[in-house]
């Protein structure tokens, strides 16, 4: 073998050997049209049972479900939507009427902050990609009940209803309610809705937010003097600890306000958040944080895949916000965790993990509810970062 041909060998063995990385633009086409195919068999297994939808898996793998009312209700309408919008399939256009059909009568739910996640999920979307005026009907009729929660003296849409230990709780992941609100402003041209995210967002801001960025799962205020009452936590690990899928709502939540406001202070906030969240030392280096960042058990605590999904779509949104040495920060991070997610330590194989997408979430530790298991929201916001990333210029 002479000199050149010794070469080329060489080179081929190197070339088999060493490993190789997908290119990202590879990765999100071939994982979407996987995604195509689990939320076909996902939506073909509940045909039969019109009235439920998918909520995550029990001990033996088999589908659990929710009614309309159940605060997930509209993800996985959303996903199906997503996945039409990429895929332009007539059978997941089908299922994602089907679906979003499910949820109708939670228009008028006035007993529930979570409106925004189930109808601009699912009806949002819909609407979106089809401009039906019955779509946008729905969303308005749902904005009107999701803003008779507020209360002008303390500033806030109320989370849950009042119990024995909370007169007026306020969650952090709240703030993703706002994004039905911004819409119904700009559609109705009432800029009621408007008014009352901004006042929910700067009170949010003043009380939700410790000295480092990180924040309180629960804030809840004096229904007569109008004042914080407490401070704690429900699904965190304590009062004091950032929960992480806390923290991953607050950044896609205020990243969006700003999108909605163009408002400098709240771009700010996101921007003070992302800090938190990739500078604690407790983010693993997959970029898939821990259930909480102050878990005690770290670093064997379990993994909540959902808050890496919302991250990483908050992330490249946040990306085009922001300059170009931070941008790049944030797509590296963003790009990070849909690479982790897309591996099969998270990905699930096409017919396992009851056709979600996504292993490995926590829903709430505390409970010993949904540990370690699918979840519809991470499904979603995986989805769309894919999407966004998709549709990043080159
Ligand atoms: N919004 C409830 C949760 O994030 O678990």
Known sequence: MNNFFLFVAISAVIASCSPHQETMEALIKDRLNSAVQQYELMAGSLTDQ??????????????????????????VPGSLWYLYQYSQKPLLLDYAKDYTARLEKEKYNRNTHDLGFMLYCSYGNGYRLTGDTAYRNILLTGAESLISRFNPAIGCIQSWNTNAKWQFPVIIDNMMNLELLFWASKESKDPKYRDICISHADTTVKNHFRPDYSSF??????????????????????????WGRGQAWGLYGFTMTYRETKDAKYLEQAKRIADFILHHPNLPADGIPYWDFNAPDIPNAKRDASA??????????????????????????????????????????????????????VGFLPGNVEVDVPLTYADYYYIEALLRYQSLKK
């Open 50 to 75: 019109p009235d439920r939808l998918p909520r995550t898996i029990d001990g033996e793998g088999k589908l659990l479900t929710t009614s309309s009312s159940g605060w997930v209700s509209g993800f």
């Open 217 to 242: 799962h629960v804030v809840s205020y004096d229904t007569v003097t109008g004042k914080v009452e407490k401070k704690n936590t429900h699904q965190g690990y304590s009062d004091d600890s950032a």
């Open 308 to 361: 890496g999904a919302i991250i990483a779509s908050a992330l490249i949104e946040l990306s085009g916000y922001v300059d170009e040495t931070l941008a790049k920060t944030y797509l590296e991070t963003a790009e990070t965790q849909i690479r982790t997610l897309s591996s099969p330590e998270y990905f699930a194989e096409k017919g396992t993990n009851g056709n979600f997408i996504l292993k490995h979430s």
